[in-house]
C-alpha cells in the first residue's frame, strides 16, 4: 500500500509539472553501468516518469562506460542523459563543454534546499551545476558478526585504539580478527586503497586529503605514508589477517566476508562498503540484516579529525540539452524517483528529503542516516585520480606492500606515475 501511494503521488506531481505539455511518443536516451538487478530497479524508478509524461526511456548499460562514452562523445553522437562513475570524469566533460549547464532548466536553490552542499559542489565545475548524484555507497564501515561478538563477549570499538585492542585480544584467544579479501580480477586491489582514503581523512584535515587526490602533495609526503602504515598495522599482520597476507590476496573482495559467518567464526571484522551487504546475502540468504550481520563506523585515529565519510556515487548529466532530457533529469533529482531506486536496491541516497520509511531494512537506514549526518564527507580518492594512478599504480601498489615490499619503494613508484600522469 505504501508503494501504491508512493508510485500515486509521483504521478500526480509529474502530472502538475507537465501539466499542457505533450511528450507522448518521443523517447530519451540514457546511457549507464547497470545490469541485471539494478538495470530493472532504474526502469522500475521510470515507469511513474513514462507513465505521466508518455516519455519512453531508452537504457542503455555497458561495463565499458568511460571508454563507450567518450567514444560516442568525440563523434557527435552522445546519449541524452548519461550516468556518470565520478566527479572526475564529469569535470572532463564539462572542461570540453560536452555538458549542459543544469542551472539553466532547473531551480538551484530547491536542489541546495535537498542536497549537502558538498553534493552540489561534487556535481559543479568552475561555478555551475553539471550533474546531480542519484545513487550512494557509504565505505567507512566494519562489519560484524553481532551474535559472535556477543558470544565472544566483544565490545563495537569507537576508537582506532579500541579496534587494535579488540584485534589483539582476539589474536590472544587463538582466534583471527580480520577477513580481507584484495583478489578483484584486473581490478585487485581496489580494496586496500578504500582503507589508505579513509586512513587518511582520519589523520589529516579534509583539505590534505583533496591536496593529495589533486597530486598538490607527494606520494611519499609523510602524512601519506603514515597511512599506509596504519592500513599494514592490519594487513600485513599474518595474525591478524584470516590466512595471513598471502590468503588476502588471492581472496575475492565478495567473499571475504564469508569468514565471519562460519561456526566458529574463521574471522570477526571486515571492512567494506554498503554494497557488500548483497553480496553477504547472495553466498548467506538465510542471514538477517541488522541481527545476523551489522556494522559500525571505520573509527576514529586522531580525535580532532572525527569520523568522515567516504563513499562512491553514481551521478547523472545531460549531453543533448532536448525537453524530454530536461524533463528526466527533473524527475530523477526528487526524493519520490529515488525512494524507488533504493527501496528496489538498498543503496543510498544522497537527497535528504528520501523518506527513511523508503529503505528496505534498519542497516540500510542506519547507513543512510551515517552518510547523511557525517560533518566530513569526500568522495572515494582512486575515482578522481587520473586512470595511471587510481586505477593503475594505486592498486597495484596496495598488493605489493601486503606482499612485503619494502613501504618507501612502493611510495616511490606510484608518485613516479603520478608525475607523469597529473602532466596530461
Not at 579479501?181 to 584535515?205: F, V
Not at 592500513?231 to 590476496?249: D, H, M, S, W
Not at 541481527?291 to 571505520?298: I, L, M
Not at 598488493?399 to 597529473?422: F, H, M, N, P, Q
Request: proline share 6%; aromatic share 12%.
Amino acid at each position: 500500500m505504501r508503494k501504491l501511494m508512493l508510485v500515486l503521488l509521483i504521478l500526480g506531481l509529474l502530472v502538475s509539472w507537465f501539466c499542457g505539455v505533450s511528450f507522448a511518443g518521443r523517447t530519451v536516451s540514457v546511457l549507464g553501468v547497470w545490469g541485471g538487478g539494478e538495470r530493472d530497479a532504474f526502469m522500475k524508478a521510470m515507469e511513474p516518469f513514462e507513465a505521466a509524461t508518455g516519455i519512453r526511456v531508452e537504457f542503455t548499460g555497458t561495463r565499458d562506460l568511460p571508454a563507450v562514452l567518450t567514444t560516442r562523445v568525440a563523434a557527435g553522437n552522445p546519449p541524452d542523459i548519461s550516468v556518470l562513475p565520478n566527479p572526475g570524469q564529469m569535470q572532463e566533460f564539462a572542461r570540453v563543454r560536452a555538458l549542459v549547464d543544469l542551472g539553466s532548466f532547473m531551480d538551484i536553490n530547491k536542489l541546495r534546499n535537498e542536497y549537502a552542499e558538498t553534493w552540489i559542489d561534487l556535481g559543479s565545475y568552475e561555478g555551475k551545476l553539471y550533474a546531480i548524484f542519484f545513487s550512494a555507497d557509504l565505505k567507512s564501515l566494519v562489519w560484524y558478526n553481532p551474535r559472535a561478538f556477543a558470544d565472544a563477549g566483544y565490545d563495537v570499538p569507537g576508537t582506532w585504539n579500541e579496534l587494535i585492542t579488540l584485534s589483539d585480544k582476539i589474536v590472544s584467544q587463538g582466534k583471527t580478527p580480520w577477513s580481507i579479501g584484495l583478489e578483484s580480477g584486473a581490478a585487485s586491489g581496489w580494496p586496500g586503497t578504500d582503507w589508505i582514503e579513509d586512513i587518511m581523512l582520519r589523520i589529516a584535515k579534509p583539505e590534505i586529503y583533496d591536496k593529495w587526490v589533486n597530486h598538490e602533495i607527494p606520494w611519499t609526503d609523510p602524512v601519506v605514508k603514515r597511512a599506509w602504515q596504519i592500513f599494514g598495522q592490519i594487513a600485513r599482520n599474518k595474525n591478524y589477517v584470516y590466512g595471513g597476507p598471502a590468503t588476502e590476496l588471492t581472496t575475492n573482495f565478495g567473499e571475504a566476508p564469508n569468514a565471519l559467518f562460519t561456526s566458529p567464526p574463521r574471522a570477526y571484522m571486515h571492512k567494506q562498503a554498503t554494497f557488500i551487504k548483497s553480496f553477504i546475502l547472495k553466498y548467506n540468504p538465510q542471514l538477517v540484516p541488522g541481527k545476523d550481520f551489522s556494522f559500525f563506523p571505520f573509527p576514529s585515529i586522531d580525535p580532532e579529525y572525527g569520523v568522515p565519510a567516504l563513499g562512491a556515487a553514481d551521478m547523472f548529466s545531460v549531453f543533448n540539452d532536448t525537453e524530454e532530457a530536461r524533463a528526466l533529469m527533473r524527475y530523477l533529482a526528487t526524493p519520490g524517483a529515488q525512494e524507488i531506486w533504493v527501496a528496489q536496491l538498498g543503496k543510498l541516497s544522497a537527497n535528504r528529503r528520501v523518506n527513511p520509511n523508503a529503505y528496505p531494512d534498519d542497516l540500510t537506514r542506519k547507513a543512510a542516516k551515517i552518510l547523511a549526518n557525517a560533518r566530513t564527507f569526500r568522495f572515494d580518492g582512486s575515482d578522481l585520480m587520473p586512470a595511471a594512478v587510481g586505477s593503475g599504480s594505486f592498486w597495484t601498489g596496495i598488493l605489493d606492500y601486503v606482499s612485503g615490499e619494502d613501504l618507501d619503494s612502493v611510495l616511490k613508484r606510484i608518485e613516479a606515475t603520478a608525475v607523469d600522469a597529473y602532466k596530461r
